[in-house]
């Protein structure tokens, strides 16, 4: 929940009867944001007070961060909701068994992606999946409107392996000053007809 939103709510809850006096600023929400944050409100009216007050504690944690770790940990987590149950799934049982290691092992691993450089990071930030094959398609992602990652990343986890390899190899063939319009290009395909299109473009002559 936005940090906003979370202290609306908290300022909303200490009042009587709340839900039968919403203050003007919630009831011109859209439909749907305002259906969200009732909802929340209420799960948090139902939470035993030694709960609400961990949340509380927890969301001051959160404002001592520094800012470019909290916006490290928003970008992690907006990849988080974007990949697949399967990959959720790998990940979680992968944060399991690195807890479990000792911890020389764990300062170990820890050192080695440090020493990693930030396009390497920046890729196995994105899973397992795109991690591996990122070094081949950073360079047709590079430098890429705000407004067009989320649409690229979910085409790209689309892909089925071979037609990730045919793009890596188209992307390595397209000039920098072209990607842009091989990109718009992509995304405005077909689902379908993606796939077959990267075979023959990738496809010795």
Partial sequence: ???????????????????????????T???????????????????????????????AQWDALPLPER?????????WE??????????RATAAAYARMPE?????????????????????????????????????FALVPGDQRAELLAMLRALDERARADLAIVAQRTPPEERDALRRKLLSMPAPVRADWLRGQASPD
């Fill in 1 to 27: 929940m936005p940090k906003v939103a979370l202290a609306a709510l908290l300022c909303l809850l200490a009042l009587p009867a709340w839900a039968q006096a919403l203050p003007q600023a919630l009831r």
């Fill in 29 to 59: 929400l859209p439909a749907a944001e305002r259906t969200r944050i009732e909802a929340q409100a209420r799960q948090w009216a139902a939470l035993p007070p030694a709960q609400r007050e961990a949340l509380r504690q927890r969301m």
């Fill in 71 to 79: 916006q490290a940990r928003r970008a992690a987590w907006a990849v």
């Fill in 82 to 91: 974007t990949l697949p149950e399967a990959e959720r799934a790998r990940l």
């Fill in 104 to 140: 020389a092992q764990r300062r170990e691993l820890a050192e080695r992606y440090a020493a990693l450089d930030a396009l390497e990071r920046e890729g196995w930030g994105l899973g397992t999946v795109l991690g591996a094959e990122w070094p081949q398609l950073h360079g047709l």
